[in-house]
């Protein structure tokens, strides 16, 4: 572990940031070449079964916060059945120009018929075209956010709470420990309504990641700890899974402990 001490959150954003433009393609290259099924399965559980009395509750209204989207757009697909007001977040100006271009159909965006095809598998519709307009339609804007820091959003632009938080793969690379993570979690649930829902996906016992050849120090947990951070941030867990392949990635859906 002594090689993680001279990285610190603000350090990881510059790191980050200094690939801005090498990064989006690389991760796309990298990790969207295909797709991850048990998240995709996970996401569409959650906004069928678990969601109904948000549903109930707002309608119409509401909404939904991806939070580190990164250049991606598959966290939505399922979201996008029960909300028209979905906001997409990143730090990298290069990550939301690439989600921006998909947006727009550019002719070099990348290609996300894959992972339509599977949604279309997930929601028993052939109708694949008719998905993906849907996802299209849902996005409210493609803003800044900057976990690292204490104000989240640019000044004079924070966005209204939000009724769903997704964080997908996003805590684990702004923080390096426990009490790092904790912070972070606590600056995602401010942008969370009293009685809004979290959907997390994060890794254990990982203590770096690749894109291309770039190299990212990781937070590095076990389950015991992360769970104790949740307690601590008054969370409580309303689902979780694992999925075990070349590392272990946990799936969660979170909500604030009822007093």
Known sequence: ?????????????????????????????????GVRTEWAEFLDRVMSCYCSDLIERYGEDLTILDMGCGPSICNIMSASRISKKIYMADLLEGNRK???????KTDDCWNWQPYFDFQGVLEISADT???????????????????????????????????????????????????QLETVIKRSMRCLEEDGLLVVQGSLHEDRYTVGSAVFPVLNIDKDSLWDTFQKCQLEVVKWETRVKCSTHYFT???????
């Not at 572990?1 to 001279?6: A, C, I, T």
């Not at 690439?98 to 727009?104: A, D, G, P, R, Y």
Request: aromatic letters at 10%; hydrophobic letters at 40%.
């Open 1 to 33: 572990m002594s090689e993680r001490k001279d990285y610190d959150p603000e350090h990881l954003k510059s790191m980050h940031e200094t690939l801005s433009d090498f990064y989006p393609v690389a991760y796309l290259n990298a990790w969207a070449q």
């Open 98 to 104: 690439e989600v921006k271009k998909w947006l727009n």
């Open 129 to 179: 075209a008719a998905i993906e307009k849907r996802t299209r339609s849902s996005v409210a804007d493609v803003i800044y956010s900057d976990l690292a820091s204490n104000s989240v959003f640019k000044e004079g632009q924070d966005p209204t709470k939000f009724h769903i938080v997704i964080c997908s793969l996003v805590w684990d690379v702004v923080v390096l420990n426990p009490s």
């Open 253 to 259: 859906l979170l909500k604030r402990i009822s007093c």
